[in-house]
């Protein structure tokens, strides 16, 4: 079975731009993840899709944005970029169990922000 | 705010040792834990998941669970270097949000 991909896998953006990044989880997964992985901040969440609707936030500025399509696929958008937002941006996709979900990662985005 | 706690490190250990990783949590809830390991540059994989309290082993690793006192932990036997990593702990609470925590440097010594 194919994992979570993630694409691209490098962008560089100016400050005040906008990108949209993409993950297709892996099949069957209906819960796709994002978080933000700094060297001095670690992982941090950003929000999570499940059904096509918002199930958890995180605490990031409206900047940060997300939405998922009816393939579960999902998309994440930063508008105004700042320096700050540069990170690597991973994606985890959830497979539901009784006992709750497991997150297996993508690849990641490393996006840097000039 | 529910908070993941493990020692940053970095932890030192020679080929062929057990390095042992400590993580405690701050939600008694918590439903689900995990273990993932990352590389220098790459995504965090999934090692091992523990769900009740004891022992669970699979190969080399062996994740250790203490509801009570809050903590977990990952013991890896015969050390290699290629374990070389940094350890993240990850909980999952009753509502499926997933807290991590910063993550513990290994470094096993050839």
């Known amino acids: 079975k194919a994992g979570v991909t993630q694409t691209p896998r490098y962008l560089i953006k100016t400050r005040g731009q906008q990108v949209t990044l993409s993950c297709s989880p892996i099949?069957?997964?209906?819960?796709v993840s994002w978080y933000q992985q700094t060297p001095g901040q670690g992982l941090q969440f950003l929000f999570e899709?499940?059904?096509?609707?918002?199930?958890n936030k995180g605490n990031f500025p409206g900047r940060f944005s997300g939405r998922q399509f009816s393939n579960s696929r999902s998309e994440m958008n930063v508008s105004t970029l700042e320096l700050g937002d540069s990170a690597l941006y991973l994606c985890?996709?959830?497979?539901?169990?009784?006992?709750?979900?497991?997150?297996?990662f993508g690849p990641g985005t490393r996006l840097t922000v000039l | 705010q529910k908070e993941v706690e493990q020692n940053s490190g970095p932890l030192s250990v020679p080929e062929g040792a057990i390095a042992s990783l400590n993580c405690t949590y701050s939600?008694?809830?918590?439903?689900?834990f995990f273990w993932y390991r990352q590389y220098s540059g790459k995504s965090p994989e999934l090692i091992m998941s523990?769900?009740?309290?004891g022992d669970k082993e699979d190969g080399r690793f062996t994740a250790q669970l203490n509801k009570a006192s809050q903590y977990v932990s990952l013991l890896i036997r015969d050390s290699q270097p290629s374990d070389s990593a940094t350890y993240l702990c990850?909980?999952?609470?009753?509502?499926?949000?997933?807290?991590f925590g910063s993550g513990t440097k290994l470094n096993v010594k050839p």
């Open positions: 985890a996709s959830s497979l539901v169990s009784s006992l709750g979900d497991t997150q297996y």
């Open positions: 099949s069957g997964h209906r819960s």
């Open positions: 899709y499940f059904s096509e609707t918002q199930r």
């Open positions: 939600d008694r809830v918590s439903q689900s």
């Open positions: 523990i769900y009740s309290n």
């Open positions: 990850a909980v999952n609470d009753n509502f499926n949000k997933f807290y």
